[in-house]
């Protein structure tokens, strides 16, 4: 996929479409938020866009984008929930959901804006599982000012330090997903080794 000729075809308001359709849409997940954004930023360094209007839209959509899947998943997707034996919505999702966003509600929602395919889903289940509405939209605005300003504000900053930046754009984005999900991984990880830990004291 050919990221700069996208954003050059579809401009500003292609980009916000993107960034919104990700954020929250079903549909979106496919869609590669991360590198549209990182090299929105370069290309605005260049002088394509304006960054105070591009910063704006970008964040504004992931904003509600993932207000609009909080929705979507309180007010539908509950009722998307509701056979036994589905593989896919099964009744039982929502109450592990509830379960997770109690736990962890704030770091995943963060952490996911920074990982492809899972930050479409993220704030869908937030609504499914009933988390509360207020404080998600906390970590939204949270999550989706970090992610929006640092990746485009950060291709826009290298693009003007750094000459034929659009060359490392695809390595930059991979470093970043996979620094995001590290601290992922090690809250799996601890809360499996607190599992067993607890299994082992019960048996005990």
């Known amino acids: 996929m050919d990221i700069t000729f996208i954003i050059q075809t579809f401009g500003l308001i292609g980009i916000t479409a993107i960034i919104f359709a ?3 849409l ?8 991360d590198s549209i954004l990182f090299t ?4 605005a360094s260049q002088g394509l866009f ?3 209007l591009l910063t704006t839209c970008v964040w504004f959509a992931a904003v509600l984008g993932d207000t609009v899947g909080y929705w979507f998943g309180a007010k539908i997707g509950i009722k998307i929930f ?8 099964n009744k039982r999702y929502p109450e592990r959901a509830h379960e997770f966003y109690t736990k962890y509600g704030g770091k995943a929602i963060i952490l996911a804006r920074f990982m492809p395919a ?12 009933n988390m509360s509405y207020k404080r998600f939209l906390s970590f939204n605005i949270i999550g989706g000012t970090i992610w929006t300003l640092g990746l485009t504000l950060g291709g ?19 470093l970043i997903v996979l620094t995001s999900v590290i601290p992922v991984i090690s809250e799996i ?4 080794r607190e599992a067993r830990q607890k299994t082992f004291n019960n048996k005990v």
């Open 26 to 33: 079903f549909f979106g997940f496919f869609l590669p938020g």
């Open 118 to 129: 899972v930050r479409t889903f993220v704030p869908i289940m937030a609504g499914v599982g």
């Open 156 to 174: 826009y900053f290298l693009g003007q330090r750094v000459a034929k930046i659009d060359q490392y754009i695809i390595p930059i984005i991979v």
């Open 40 to 43: 929105a930023g370069v290309l």
């Open 22 to 24: 990700e954020s929250g």
């Open 50 to 52: 304006n960054i105070a």
């Open 82 to 89: 509701n056979k036994e034996k589905s593989f896919f919505f």
């Open 189 to 192: 990880a601890k809360s499996r």
